[in-house]
């Protein structure tokens, strides 16, 4: 069976934490287990718009993307970040291979539609995903390491959230887990103490009182669970569990 993780927040730019989340994968896969890797890296995206002085524009927590935000998305995301990922991995013992979402038709978005009369831009709504790529990968032997970058139908590339894509992805891989390895520490009660385990009928409740990027990561957990992965965990060690029934 397969597990995806989702690597993301602000984990990604902190280098002991990240070299932390980086050794417990590469022991699983060490170990025998199939692991498939998707990442983000919004704060990245940051950095490199300020040093070109494109200014971050986001609405309903989503990034505005015309082309030149685009074409930082595209070169973070699938140059910088994948990279720093596959060698950091490849250090580990990891024989880790990097692409983005668009290729192979891995990752299939649709334009976002407007928000409140905003118009986002080149920011994509993930359809679907495909896992030949991925598959073919995992047969000889390499993590695939997969970037949050998706293709229209047309050949368009868009944006998508990458928790959202992490959803589909294990959807189509037939996960039995998909892991969100974040900068908080899972989901949490009234009292601020993390729920350790939350069947989905339950967790519909808590996405009213959520937000932030905890919104759409409960939202594509559930869709995840409802599509046949078998457990979801969001945070570290010591998360939340989310299952099916």
């Known amino acids: 069976m397969t597990t995806v993780i989702k690597l993301g927040g602000s984990l990604l ?30 704060k990245h995206i940051d950095a490199a718009l300020a040093l070109v002085g494109i200014p971050k524009r ?7 993307t015309d082309d030149a935000t685009l074409k930082i998305v595209v070169s973070v995301l699938g140059g910088t970040v994948n990279k720093m990922l596959v060698t950091e991995l490849t250090k580990l013992g990891v024989r880790a291979a ?14 976002h539609p407007p928000i409140d009369g905003v118009e986002l831009g080149h920011v994509g709504k993930v359809k679907h995903a495909n896992r030949s790529l991925m598959s073919a990968l995992l047969t000889h032997g390499a993590m695939p390491v997969i970037s949050s970058i998706a293709i229209g139908e047309d050949g368009s590339l868009f944006n998508v ?3 959202t894509a ?19 520490a899972g989901l949490l009660d009234a009292d601020g103490k993390v729920v350790p385990r939350l069947h989905a009928a339950d967790a519909k409740v808590f996405i009213d009182n959520v937000s932030g990027g905890m919104k759409p990561k ?20 010591g998360g939340t569990t989310l299952v099916a029934a």
Not at 26 to 39: C, F, K, M, S, T
Not at 166 to 183: G, R, W, Y
Request: aromatic residues 4%; charged residues 20%.
């Open 98 to 111: 990097g692409f983005s979402g668009c290729d192979g038709g891995t990752l299939i978005a649709a334009q």
């Open 161 to 163: 959230n990458a928790d």
């Open 218 to 237: 409960l939202q594509a957990a559930l869709s995840a669970l409802t599509s046949g992965v078998r457990e979801i965990v969001i945070g570290e060690e």
């Open 58 to 64: 986001t609405h309903a927590g989503l990034r505005i």
């Open 166 to 184: 992490a959803a589909a992805i294990a959807v189509a891989a037939n996960a039995n887990e998909l892991l969100f390895i974040t900068d908080v």
């Open 13 to 42: 730019d902190d280098a002991a934490r990240r070299d932390g989340a980086l050794r417990r994968i590469a022991a699983r896969w060490n170990a025998g287990e199939d692991i498939v890797l998707v990442h983000g890296g919004g």
